[in-house]
């Protein structure tokens, strides 16, 4: 029941028969089949089959044409049931072209397993005590504090990306785990692309065939996405990912005649540099665009708010989700936008931090990139999936999509470094002939989240700053080390988050391995704004 905020439109509990402590709750997002959607879902032809998942799978419909599945209902989930039947779970795993987290039960066999998507983007927690008591669940405050016959708190730990694990079922309910096995890397081309939309793309490093693999891959990535019986909106910085995602979104829903007009959201404090930007491409791509304004009472008071829903302490997290709760909130209330698209997972794919200008070697760039991709789950991704399911929409990253990442990786390291003093030069210029966006928005260096969204007289972040100066003391940062000897925060701003997450989440401060900071650079702050690349950008 603590994350019922999930899924808003319908609740339903099921004990498993013959296995007496086996049970599901699931809480239901209606986004894919209105009728036939609830979970567990469990077909007339694998009746010892038992799911429940979260996520959307693009590539149900071409799977099904391929191997001819016969479908008992719309349900886009259905097919790892199909899949799971035909070729086992590691096949099942590596077909599925989309985000998921999921656990299948399989009572013929006494099997469990679980599955998460390469990135992350779908949530996944799970507690197996030595007794072997399983849980699963999409938050881990769902899992924290289960009174299970036991002395010590269980271990709750985020289930890992890309991975999946079998575990054996006893009669009476207990499992015990045989194998945790990684399905997909981020670089790996994944074995789905065999049968997707886009084939046969030429090979060759010269940069007009890159840029138009580019263009193909992110359009189909943008498209496949459009599987949904609910209304899409967009999140719009006004940044150069956002921007792509929002004015490709309009396109292709223009050539599919779709029957209402885009939603676009941007959210800044009064003349934000954000908002204006956001303004200008609205105007460009013809959205129907929508302001939030929020001033910084408002962020100050949701700040507890966002460390509960987002289940970290990270500085730079809980500062950039503030204005996404914010605007998610707005959109739950306001609109009948659900199912909602944005840029993230772009800045770690395309090398966008400005970090990236002080890379030793374009081979070092390129390892970094792939670090940030295996840990969005931890920064970005758990960002974007928290601060919107808080309040029951769905999240989309097309910047995210197996094929195109795998694609955009493979590339020769050199052609996707910083150029010229711009970073993510190979994306703009991938872009630069298609009209999607106006040159000053395609061209627009790169605005901390956090900072984009703040006035220029007076920064969100030295807002922030200020108001917590008062709240926590001096003598507190001191001895900080001693109170929290486990990622000591270092900042009053990292104290007073740090504070909120052990009242709300005691002793679980290694779900957040290390802080997000840039590399390459002296920082003890992780925010770009106080980098000398911006600096001196915001100067000129």
């Known amino acids: 029941m603590k994350i019922a905020h999930r899924g808003p439109d319908a609740f339903r509990f099921e004990n498993v028969n013959g296995f007496t402590n086996c049970c599901f709750g699931f809480h239901r997002l209606a986004i894919v089949d209105q009728l036939y959607g609830m979970q567990p879902i469990r077909v007339k032809k694998f009746p010892y089959l038992w799911l429940c998942y979260n996520g959307e799978i693009y590539n149900f419909k071409k799977l099904q044409k391929k191997f001819e599945f016969d479908y ?86 985020p289930f890992l990306p890309g991975h999946y ?65 609910r209304r899409i909106g967009c999140l719009l910085s006004g940044g150069l990912d956002s921007s792509l995602v929002a004015s490709m979104l309009i396109k292709l829903m223009k050539e599919g005649n779709t029957r209402y007009p885009l939603q676009t959201f941007a959210i800044g404090m009064e003349d934000a540099p954000d908002l204006l930007a956001a303004r200008k491409v609205a105007a460009y791509i013809g959205s129907e665009h929508h302001e939030v304004i929020f001033n910084s009472e408002e962020g100050i008071q949701v700040l507890e708010d966002v460390i509960l829903s987002l289940e970290t302490y990270d500085i730079t997290t809980v500062r950039a989700s503030v204005g996404m709760y914010l605007v998610s909130k707005y959109i739950r209330e306001k609109t009948d936008s659900a199912v909602i698209f944005s840029g993230e997972g772009s800045d770690e794919l395309t090398q966008g931090y400005i970090y990236f200008h002080k890379a030793p070697s374009p081979e070092e760039a390129a390892e970094e990139s792939e670090r940030l991709l295996r840990e969005l789950y931890l920064f970005d991704v758990l960002r974007a999936d928290r601060t919107t399911a808080a309040h029951g929409l769905e999240m989309r990253v097309p910047f995210l999509d197996h094929q195109f990442t795998a694609y955009y990786l493979s590339l020769p390291a050199e052609l996707r470094t910083p150029k010229n003093g711009i970073e993510k030069h190979l994306l703009r210029e991938a872009f630069e002939d298609t009209n999607l966006l106006p040159k000053e928005i395609l061209w627009r260096p790169k605005e901390a989240f956090s900072d984009g969204l703040t006035s220029v007289k007076k920064s969100w972040f030295s807002i922030l700053q200020d108001y917590i100066d008062t709240q926590v003391d001096d003598l507190l940062l001191e001895k900080a080390a001693e109170k929290f000897p486990f990622n000591p925060p270092k900042t009053k701003e990292g104290y007073y988050y740090r504070q909120i997450f052990e009242k709300h989440f005691p002793g679980r401060s290694d779900w957040l391995p290390h802080y997000w900071m840039p590399k390459w650079i002296k920082a003890t702050d992780p925010s770009a704004r106080t980098l000398k690349h911006y600096k001196s950008a915001t100067k000129e």
């Open 165 to 229: 694990e079998v575990l054996d079922l006893k009669p009476n309910g207990k499992v015990a785990s045989v194998e945790v096995v990684k399905f997909h890397s981020p670089k790996d081309e994944p074995l789905h692309a065999a049968y997707s939309a886009v084939q046969n793309l030429p090979s060759g490093f010269d940069v007009e065939t890159v840029k138009s693999n580019i263009r193909h891959l992110f359009e189909n990535a943008v498209r496949k996405r459009l599987m949904a019986h």
């Open 72 to 157: 008992q209902t719309l349900v886009d989930g259905e097919v790892i049931l199909h899949l799971y039947n035909k070729g086992g779970i590691e096949q099942t795993a590596s077909l599925l072209d989309g985000v998921f987290a999921f656990i299948l039960l399989d009572t013929a066999n006494r099997k469990v397993f679980l599955g998460r998507d390469t990135y992350g983007v779908r949530p996944l927690f799970k507690v197996l005590t030595d007794d072997g008591f399983l849980g699963v669940c999409s938050e881990a405050k769902g899992l924290v504090n289960l009174k299970h016959s036991m002395s010590l708190d269980p271990r709750v730990d």
